[in-house]
C-alpha cells in the first residue's frame, strides 16, 4: 500500500461547479497537509497548508483534514477556467519525510 | 513567482553524457531539495541539503549527486545518462527543514536521447 494515495482523474467539471479532491494515507505520524497546485510547465505551487485535523479557508478554497479517517480533501467552490490544473496533495510528520501523492488533472469547462 | 530559481529551463543530451542542474533558494531560505517527476511517478524525492550539509536521501540514483555551496545555491549532477533519465527535474526550498512547506522552482526540463 502506497503511503499516500490520489484518486487519478482527470477530472472535468463546468464552470461554476464545486470540486472536491480527495487524498488518504496510511502514516499516522502524519500531520502536516498540504495541497499544491501545478500549471502545465511551472513548479507546483503551495495553495493550502494545515495542521492536524480540521477545517481551513481560504477564498474559494476548504482543506480539510480527517485524521481519524486518515483522508483529505481540498474543494473548490465556484471554479474557474483558471482553476485548470494539476493539484497535488503532500503531508509530513515527525521524522517523515514530505510524501506526495501523484496528482490529479482538472479541467473546468468555461 | 516562488523565488526559486532554476537553470537551465530545458535540457536536450544523449545517453551516456553529464548534465548539471542549478537551483537558486529563495533568499532567507536554508534547505533545498531536489524532486524528480514523470508522468508515471509523480515528484519523487531526490535529495535534500541544510545549511551546506546533505540531511536526507530519498530515490537519488548512484549516477546522481548533488551539492549545496556557502551561498546556499545547489547544484544537481547527472551522470551516464539514460533515456529512463528524462524528466522535470524541481528544485525546492525551505526556511528550516521537517514540516516546513516547501517552494518550488519551475524546474529543468531534460530530454535524453
Known amino acids: 500500500q502506497k503511503e499516500v494515495e490520489q484518486d487519478p482523474g482527470p477530472l472535468s467539471v463546468p464552470e461554476g461547479a464545486i470540486v472536491s479532491l480527495n487524498c488518504t494515507y496510511s502514516?499516522?505520524?502524519?500531520?502536516?497537509f498540504m495541497w499544491y497546485r501545478q500549471y502545465s510547465r511551472k513548479g507546483p505551487e503551495l495553495l493550502m497548508y494545515t495542521y492536524s485535523s480540521g477545517n481551513k479557508e481560504d477564498g474559494r478554497f476548504t482543506a480539510q483534514v480527517d485524521k481519524s479517517s486518515k483522508y483529505i480533501s481540498l474543494f473548490i467552490r465556484d471554479s474557474q477556467p483558471s482553476d485548470s490544473a494539476t493539484y497535488l496533495c503532500a503531508m509530513t510528520g515527525a521524522n517523515s519525510k514530505l510524501t506526495f501523492g501523484k496528482g490529479i488533472t482538472l479541467s473546468v469547462r468555461p | 513567482d516562488s523565488g526559486v530559481t532554476q537553470t537551465p529551463k530545458h535540457l536536450i543530451t544523449a545517453t551516456g553524457q553529464r548534465v548539471t542542474l542549478r537551483c537558486s533558494p529563495r533568499s532567507g531560505d536554508l534547505s533545498v531539495y531536489w524532486y524528480q517527476q514523470s508522468l508515471d511517478q509523480g515528484l519523487q524525492f531526490l535529495i535534500q541539503?541544510?545549511?551546506?550539509?546533505?540531511?536526507a536521501k530519498g530515490n537519488i540514483l548512484e549516477r546522481f549527486s548533488a551539492q549545496q555551496f556557502p551561498d546556499l545555491h545547489s547544484e544537481l549532477n547527472l551522470s551516464s545518462l539514460e533515456l529512463g533519465d528524462s524528466a522535470l527535474y524541481f528544485c525546492a526550498s525551505s526556511v528550516v527543514t521537517d514540516n516546513s512547506p516547501l517552494h518550488f522552482g519551475n524546474g529543468t526540463r531534460l530530454t535524453v536521447t
Open positions: 541539503y541544510y545549511n551546506g550539509e546533505e540531511r
Open positions: 502514516n499516522s505520524a502524519f500531520q502536516y
